[in-house]
């Protein structure tokens, strides 16, 4: 078990580093200058070069991936000076002339709009995504698990055949459209009777200019994020129960005279439940990536409205940062999940 999960580390890292060269790639081969957008109209050309020398954007595209890399490594060689001493938290290794083996904290460099530490900028909001993430996953769970299982006992009635088609619906459906529809619909065209804003956040400020959690705010945002897990959710719950329901032990429990509830709640949908379950980590990842454009549509001040702006002002640092935590996000969500499967199915090798 020790090899497998260190096997898949290592893909997961080699994973990451990818991820970081072809988004590194294509950020730095667009045909925009950071450095101006970091003056506005406002610049010439010396305080340009001294910008683009600043921002190490004079170097080579190979060069400038290679230091970004050992910025975010956990083990680098650094040179022994004052600098690295104020931008690098590291353990010394071993020392050799002017350079230093080190173990240090990845670093994801400072934005070029604000001059503030990346990772304090991804830190102060990684909560509120989560919130909305945990939200709408715990909506999808409750909702799709309680359709799945009606569905499955009243199967081909008219509710299942309902069930069946709106999950093909939800699946299909982008969670932008239906952010943008659910907008629309309750916070705009409805908001008298629902009290919804079509945007809003989850911390925001009050009548009297205090910082307050808006919990209403959080809603409509998870649910639009929470549609297409719903959809995925019913379908597994109903093929999984429809098919612990023909097992002969269900047979059995119906003959010994058990209740039909504790038939279908104690027996049957304990079983359907494993890889329901499974499947739900897995969306877990997924769903902060669909959160990037619900929480554009929101206006939610969360992971994904901040990478989006960084986007649009070209922030090269930030959206690295971003787009590596997600990554990493989902890699760390995929490799728990393979060890998942392979602790619950021994028909899985480990070796």
Same mark, same amino acid.
């Given at each position: 078990?020790?090899?497998?999960?260190?096997?898949?580390l290592?893909?997961?890292?080699?994973?990451?580093? %990818?991820?970081?060269l072809i988004?590194?790639? $294509?950020?730095?081969?667009? *045909?925009?200058d950071p !450095?101006r957008l970091t003056?506005?109209q406002? @610049?010439?050309? !010396?305080?340009?070069?001294?910008k683009? /020398?600043e921002?190490g954007?004079?170097?080579?595209?190979? $060069?400038?991936?290679a230091?970004?890399l050992r910025?975010?490594?956990?083990v680098?060689?650094?040179e022994?000076?004052?600098? =690295?001493?104020?931008k690098?938290h590291f353990?010394?290794?071993?020392?050799?002339?002017?350079s230093?083996?080190?173990?240090?904290a *990845? @670093?994801?460099?400072?934005?070029?709009q604000?001059?503030?530490? &990346?990772w304090?900028?991804?830190?102060?909001k990684?909560?509120?995504?989560?919130?909305l993430a945990? #939200?709408a996953?715990?909506l999808?769970? $409750?909702i799709?698990?309680?359709?799945g299982?009606?569905a499955a006992?009243?199967?081909?009635?008219?509710f299942?055949? #309902?069930?069946?088609?709106?999950?093909?619906?939800g699946?299909?459906?982008p969670s @932008?459209?239906?952010a943008?529809l659910?907008?629309?619909?309750?916070?705009?065209?409805? /908001?008298?009777?629902?009290g919804?804003? &079509?945007r809003?956040? %989850?911390y925001?400020?009050?009548?009297f200019?205090d910082?307050?959690?808006?919990w209403? =705010?959080?809603?409509l945002?998870?649910i639009?994020l929470?549609?297409? *897990?719903?959809?995925?959710?019913?379908?597994?719950?109903?093929s999984?129960m429809?098919?612990?329901?023909?097992?002969?032990y269900?047979r059995?429990? /119906?003959? /010994?005279?058990?209740s039909?509830?504790?038939?279908?709640?104690?027996h049957?949908l304990?079983?359907a439940?494993n890889?329901? %379950?499974t499947a739900?980590s897995?969306?877990?990842?997924? %769903?902060?990536?669909?959160?990037?454009?619900?929480e554009?549509?929101f206006? @939610?001040?969360?992971?994904?409205?901040?990478?989006?702006?960084?986007?649009? #002002?070209?922030d090269? *640092?930030?959206?690295?940062g971003?787009?590596l935590l997600?990554?990493a996000?989902?890699?760390?969500?995929?490799i728990?999940?393979?060890?998942?499967?392979a602790?619950?199915d021994?028909?899985?090798k480990?070796?």
């Amino acid at each position: 078990m020790l090899k497998y999960i260190l096997r898949r580390l290592v893909y997961g890292f080699a994973v990451l580093i %990818l991820v970081v060269l072809i988004i590194s790639s $294509i950020i730095y081969l667009a *045909p925009v200058d950071p !450095e101006r957008l970091t003056f506005g109209q406002r @610049y010439d050309t !010396e305080t340009l070069e001294l910008k683009r /020398k600043e921002l190490g954007l004079d170097q080579p595209l190979y $060069i400038q991936l290679a230091y970004y890399l050992r910025d975010i490594s956990p083990v680098a060689v650094l040179e022994n000076s004052q600098e =690295n001493l104020k931008k690098y938290h590291f353990i010394k290794l071993i020392s050799f002339g002017a350079s230093t083996l080190v173990i240090k904290a *990845p @670093y994801f460099r400072e934005s070029f709009q604000s001059g503030r530490d &990346v990772w304090q900028l991804l830190r102060d909001k990684i909560p509120q995504t989560a919130i909305l993430a945990i #939200s709408a996953i715990f909506l999808a769970l $409750i909702i799709g698990i309680s359709l799945g299982v009606i569905a499955a006992i009243n199967q081909n009635n008219w509710f299942d055949n #309902s069930a069946v088609v709106a999950s093909v619906m939800g699946i299909s459906v982008p969670s @932008y459209v239906s952010a943008m529809l659910l907008a629309l619909l309750f916070g705009y065209y409805l /908001k008298d009777y629902t009290g919804f804003e &079509v945007r809003g956040s %989850l911390y925001d400020l009050n009548d009297f200019g205090d910082e307050t959690i808006f919990w209403k =705010n959080l809603i409509l945002p998870a649910i639009a994020l929470g549609i297409r *897990p719903i959809a995925i959710i019913t379908q597994l719950t109903r093929s999984a129960m429809l098919d612990v329901l023909s097992q002969d032990y269900i047979r059995t429990a /119906k003959s /010994k005279g058990l209740s039909y509830y504790r038939i279908i709640f104690k027996h049957a949908l304990r079983n359907a439940l494993n890889p329901v %379950l499974t499947a739900v980590s897995g969306w877990f990842a997924a %769903l902060l990536a669909g959160a990037f454009f619900v929480e554009n549509v929101f206006d @939610y001040d969360g992971l994904g409205q901040l990478t989006v702006n960084a986007l649009l #002002s070209y922030d090269i *640092p930030l959206v690295l940062g971003a787009v590596l935590l997600t990554a990493a996000i989902f890699v760390v969500i995929n490799i728990l999940v393979d060890i998942l499967y392979a602790v619950l199915d021994p028909r899985i090798k480990v070796a």
